[in-house]
């Protein structure tokens, strides 16, 4: 069966999976859906014996069935390999009475990489299949881990450049050194003085700028998106759920059907979206319980239906949920309208205008599948510091994010399914955040001393991500304001400004 494609915004145009792997953003600003989410067509017990990258087939072949079993198994090959530092590429760890799904194993030590590594290869595949001849540029606005993953996916891939915006003041200093310090000819990455909303909603425009893509086009170049609002990010993620659930039961620590609950610290709502589709395949999810920082712009949604950013945006320690504007949760609230696309987009400009928007009483009965929550500042340094001194587990600032919420839900509801933690980036990305929350005396050390502090206290060595950046050279050092994006691109494409 072929799985067709349509935008949130439009009911009428279906395109094919590649065709909306390449465009990344419908034209009419909408995001690409399938027209329904597919049943997993295997059972569990056969799931149970495979390997992530045999997982990973099963499941994407339903979502991309216009890529011929050929083609979906190179990209799977060539992304989950020995970049990632353990054949398993997502480890499952019980810490005290939760499941960590580590996702951090991969080159650039967050869960960007589980997508990010296989997003080149699906693009160009797409290029390919498509007869795109011109080259594809990729163009990224982050919040400190997509950029430097999807930096290292596309590095020197023919066909190919990126580049990436960053907010300037809100991501941190390894991050920041990861990017910074990227090789590759074909590879950018510029600083904005702004946050990352303003990153986004500028390469936002920058998609939707319709006299640049026919200036682009005559210079053979085309724009497409490595943010999470590709569906080509979408469908990778939608493995590891599916992979943790067989891995639970393979050892022997669920009964068959037995549901679970899935955490996820959550930002731009991919992760979560890829959860809340892994149930609709028929993983036996109950809750999904979505996890923010400070920035609990999706909290108040889940309690209220109504979703506003009017607000200040804080600063928090885990950057990469910094987001007051949650793309792919257009992706929810289209599917909870019943796909009304004018509803959707009437909801959309609303957001875009006012800031703001309410959903209808009848969407609201449709959000039952979610809870949300949020941890504050100290509840997240508490987070980390309880369960290491409970367990030796050192968890990063985001992924503590998510073990405070799943605590207090349990507390709260005395539910006691089974609880999985998406665990997304490894500590060693945000060591001064992770070791002062244990004991504020490490807030004397410099960046580095920290990483071999962080040795001894976790027990567990340093990655290479971050053994890359102690001497590396600093070979980007662009800046502009949030105003000046699309005159930024011309320059790096050398075009007429
Ligand atoms: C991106 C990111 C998140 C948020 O994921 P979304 O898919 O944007 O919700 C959480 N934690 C880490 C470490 C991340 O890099």
């Not at 160009?124 to 007869?131: G, L, P, S, V, Y």
């Not at 639970?248 to 979560?272: C, D, M, R, W, Y």
């Not at 949650?326 to 400009?349: C, F, G, H, T, V």
């Amino acid at each position: 069966m072929n799985l067709l494609y349509k935008s949130t915004r439009n009911k009428e145009h279906t395109v094919t999976a590649s065709e909306a792997i390449l465009k990344g953003l419908a034209d009419d600003g909408g995001l690409f859906v399938p027209v329904q989410i597919p049943k997993l067509d295997v059972s569990m017990e056969a799931l149970k014996g495979m390997s992530y990258q045999e997982t990973a087939y099963v499941v994407m072949k339903q979502f991309l069935t216009d890529f011929t079993e050929e083609e979906l198994k190179h990209c799977i090959r060539c992304a989950y390999d020995s970049k990632f530092d353990t054949e398993v590429i997502a480890p499952l760890v019980k810490v005290g009475d939760k499941y960590h799904l580590e996702l951090f194993h991969g080159a650039t030590i967050a869960f960007k990489d589980m997508a990010l590594s296989i997003l080149p290869h699906l693009l160009t595949t797409a290029a390919r299949k498509n007869q795109v001849t011109n080259e594809i540029v990729i163009l990224t606005a982050t919040s400190g881990d997509t950029g430097k993953a999807a930096l290292a996916g596309f590095a020197g891939v023919p066909g190919t450049r990126i580049i990436v915006f960053y907010p300037k003041d809100g991501v941190s200093q390894v991050q920041r050194l990861q990017m910074v310090t990227q090789k590759g000819e074909n590879t950018a990455v510029v600083a904005i003085h702004g946050n990352f909303d303003q990153a986004q909603s500028g390469v936002k425009a920058l998609f939707e700028d319709q006299e640049l893509a026919g200036e682009l086009s005559k210079e053979g170049y085309q724009f497409s998106s490595a943010n999470s609002i590709n569906i080509g990010r979408l469908v990778p993620q939608v493995v590891y759920y599916v992979y943790a659930y067989a891995k639970l039961l393979e050892h022997g620590e669920l009964e068959a059907g037995e549901e679970i609950n899935v955490t996820v610290p959550t930002g731009n709502f991919g992760n979560i979206l890829a959860a809340y589709y892994a149930k609709q395949m028929g993983v036996p999810i109950a809750k999904l319980l979505c996890a923010s920082n400070e920035n609990k712009v999706l909290f108040d949604f889940f309690r209220t239906g109504c979703y506003d950013k009017n607000r200040e945006f804080v600063l928090t320690s885990s950057p990469s949920m910094d987001i007051l504007i949650s793309s792919n949760l257009e992706r929810l609230i289209y599917a909870i309208a019943d796909q009304n696309a004018e509803k959707n987009r009437e909801l959309m400009e609303a957001l875009r205008t006012k800031g703001t928007y309410e959903i209808t009483q009848e969407m609201k009965t449709k959000l039952s599948d979610f809870v949300g929550g949020y941890a504050t500042e100290e509840e997240t340094r508490a987070a980390i510091r309880d369960v290491y001194h409970k367990t030796g587990y050192v968890m990063d600032t985001h992924t503590a994010v998510a073990a405070h919420v799943c605590s207090a839900y349990q507390e709260r509801i005395k539910d006691t399914k089974k609880a999985l933690i998406a665990s997304t980036a490894s500590p060693y990305k945000f060591a001064r955040s992770v070791l002062t929350a244990i004991d504020a005396k490490y807030d004397a050390l410099g960046e580095m001393a920290l990483i071999d502090e962080l040795e001894k206290v976790s027990q567990t060595a340093v990655p290479q991500a971050i053994e890359e950046i102690r001497n590396a050279q600093i070979v980007h050092t662009r800046e502009c304001d949030a105003e000046k994006m699309k005159d930024m691109v011309k320059e790096i494409l050398h075009m007429a400004v």
